[in-house]
């Protein structure tokens, strides 16, 4: 049993930032590729930032400049520092992993899901 931990979440104000962490447990092997999306409620669930296990990255435009995703320490750890959030950015954020790709940015790809982690951010 494969289980994806978020951390991080909460409430900010307009122009705040927050760092989003995620593990995935119960996986012996590195992960191909990890990373965020976030959904709000009535409409699709999107990709944020994602990261291969080579270290390339990919971002949302909605994001690029001001989210960076990056690898964390320990196996199977991935961040997002999100910098200069907007109320827009308001959103259940759930982390994501294939184990059996290089890509990571649509549902078909994901092999586990977290549970989400809920992002605020008020004017």
């Known amino acids: 049993q494969v289980d994806l931990v978020e951390s991080g979440g909460g409430s900010v104000q307009s122009g705040g930032s927050l760092r989003l962490s995620c593990t995935a447990s119960?996986?012996?092997?590195?992960?191909?590729?990890m990373g965020w999306f976030r959904q709000v409620p009535g409409e699709e669930r999107k990709s944020v930032a994602r990261?291969?296990?080579?270290?390339?990255?990919k971002y949302a435009d909605s994001v690029k400049g001001r989210f960076t995703i990056s690898h964390g320490t320990a196996q199977n750890t991935i961040h997002l520092e999100m910098h200069s959030l907007r109320p827009e950015d308001t959103a259940m954020y759930y982390c994501?992993?294939?184990?059996?790709?290089?890509?990571?940015?649509?549902?078909?790809?994901?092999?586990?899901w977290g549970k989400g982690t809920q992002v605020t951010v008020s004017s």
């Open positions: 994501a992993a294939n184990h059996d790709g290089y890509y990571c940015t649509r549902d078909s790809d994901i092999s586990y």
């Open positions: 119960g996986y012996s092997r590195s992960m191909y590729c």
């Open positions: 990261i291969d296990a080579d270290g390339d990255t």
